[in-house]
């Protein structure tokens, strides 16, 4: 079974921190995405990364992925209220490419 | 705005009946998705659809049906509803096979 970790699963920080959470796997991934879940809404996509070694910017916002396709990272920098939420990661597998979901990293930036 | 909605946001109805959700959508998408999300299991797929009439089961198909007959609406069925099928239910759509755009959810719970 191809399985995406999460890591932490929950992380509560104060405004301006910097922080990283982490999307691993064992397996490859044809692609990945990060998606931010707010409260009695559906996720909303933020980012694809498609290439290994990636570097993607949305604002205060850095996604990377692997070099080997395999896991996957995302940067806040200076956190703010605004971020706090679910932040999915989801890969698409080569062979057939279906979408797998991690479990998620609950995120609260404390004002 | 991806232009995709939900209906009903909420229901709540007694084990043993039947129930159909329905996702509608005005974008043209080809992918069209049903997920159940679950506090301690994420988003998990329940049905998907490669176009009209082109549906194939998910990781936690079973209890559930789904029909597409047309581009524009996609139906999940419970044909006896239980309580293990509460849950909250996502639609997405989506044209590359795996950037997805969520709906806003449906809240079911099954008394």
């Known amino acids: 079974t191809q399985l995406l970790e999460q890591s932490p699963q929950f992380l509560s920080i104060q405004e301006g921190e910097n922080l990283t959470v982490y999307c691993n796997s064992s397996s490859v991934f044809s692609s990945l995405q990060w998606y931010r879940q707010e409260p009695g809404e559906g996720p909303v996509l933020l980012v694809t990364v498609v290439t290994g070694g990636e570097v993607k910017k949305l604002k205060r916002l850095t996604f990377q992925f692997g070099d080997a396709r395999k896991d996957s990272s995302l940067h806040i920098t200076a956190a703010q209220p605004g971020d706090t939420g679910l932040y999915l990661c989801a890969g698409a597998r080569p062979r057939d490419d279906k979408i797998i979901f991690g479990k998620g990293t609950r995120l609260h930036i404390l004002p | 705005d991806a232009g995709i909605t939900q209906s009903p946001r909420h229901k709540v109805t007694e084990t043993g009946t039947p129930v159909t959700l329905r996702c509608h959508q005005t974008?043209?998408?080809?992918?069209m998705y049903w997920y159940r999300q679950d506090p301690g299991h994420g988003l998990r797929l329940i049905h998907y659809?490669?176009?009209?009439?082109?549906?194939d089961k998910g990781e936690v198909s079973d209890g559930y049906s789904v029909s597409r007959s047309k581009t524009e609406d996609f139906l999940l069925t419970l044909e006896s509803a239980t309580s293990s099928q509460t849950s909250v239910y996502f639609c997405?759509?989506?044209?590359?096979?795996?950037?997805?755009?969520f709906g806003p959810g449906t809240r079911l719970t099954v008394t």
């Open positions: 974008e043209n998408h080809r992918y």
């Open positions: 659809s490669y176009g009209v009439k082109d549906t």
């Open positions: 997405a759509i989506g044209d590359s096979g795996y950037e997805q755009y």
